[in-house]
């Protein structure tokens, strides 16, 4: 029986129009009313997925940094695992090098080099604020992640993935999107939150529906019992999932759960 579904937002349940629609919310709602625990896990800061929360009813934990950060409803922290200073100030030279966008994110706020189109169409519709100054300007200590941009070259960021992870095996470097390039903590890992928050309940991980579309979401799907891809998920993904849904914009979460988990009996 499942008891928990940890599902990823972007390309998951929202539409890349930022729209949940009606029949999500109503699924989400239902899952909740049954006492299935609903936890978001995302690559997204932690103060841009409160509203999301909100707009579902959700008062579980969230997942946020791509599992190196996890907070309670009130705000306490229960899990982080930030970014070496040493290994960002390395990462932030090469960004400079090789002329890449950076954007920064320390102590859950988000700081960038240049006001340019990139951050501002990363923030557009996604309820964050940045501030724009030289990295040289700040202390680099508890760094949520770094995320180098390009919204052209899918090929360039892959190239990106490529090089960081040979030049610093010992982090977590990811595409999150075809043009996002995250660097992080090798414990913010998606998969590390999930099993954090199931040990927290005593959930096994038979009784785990893990649901996403992007390649941050491999280590997502990892930590289920029942590992879903999306329609539209990146054929990496899709062949680690025991099943593959429909596309987001057809409601690809809520079929999942119908096929998977049966409601009548609450979970407790």
């Not at 509203?51 to 922290?77: C, M, N, W």
């Not at 991980?205 to 799907?221: M, R």
Request: with cysteine; hydrophobic share 40%; glycine share 6%.
């Amino acid at each position: 029986m499942i008891k928990m579904i940890a599902t990823d937002i972007d390309g998951t349940i929202l539409k890349w129009s930022f729209q949940f629609s009606p029949e999500v919310k109503k699924c989400i709602k239902e899952l909740d009313e049954n006492g299935i625990k609903v936890v978001l896990v995302t690559g997204r800061m932690h103060s841009a997925t409160v509203h999301v929360a909100r707009e579902l009813g959700l008062h579980t934990p969230i997942v946020s940094y791509q599992g190196g950060l996890i907070k309670d409803e009130t705000g306490k922290t229960l899990y982080q695992k930030d970014l070496d200073p040493d290994y960002a100030e390395k990462i932030i030279n090469w960004a400079h090098k090789n002329n890449v966008h950076l954007n920064l994110y320390l102590d859950d706020r988000l700081y960038v080099e240049h006001d340019n189109e990139i951050v501002k169409e990363y923030t557009d519709g996604r309820f964050i604020d940045y501030t724009v100054c030289p990295f040289e300007s700040l202390k680099i200590e508890n760094v949520n992640k770094l995320l180098a941009i390009d919204l052209h070259d899918a090929e360039k960021v892959t190239g990106w993935v490529n090089e960081l992870s040979e030049m610093f095996p010992d982090l977590y470097i990811v595409k999150s999107t075809p043009y996002f390039c995250e660097i992080g903590s090798k414990d913010a890992k998606k998969s590390s939150g999930v099993r954090f928050l199931a040990d927290m309940w005593g959930i096994k991980q038979d009784e785990i529906l893990t649901i996403g579309d992007q390649n941050n979401d491999i280590e997502l799907l990892k930590s289920g019992g029942i590992k879903v891809a999306m329609g539209n998920a990146t054929d990496e993904l899709k062949s680690c999932a025991d099943f593959i849904t429909d596309t987001v914009d057809n409601d690809g979460f809520v079929k999942a759960v119908e096929k998977f988990v049966k409601f009548g009996v609450k979970n407790v």
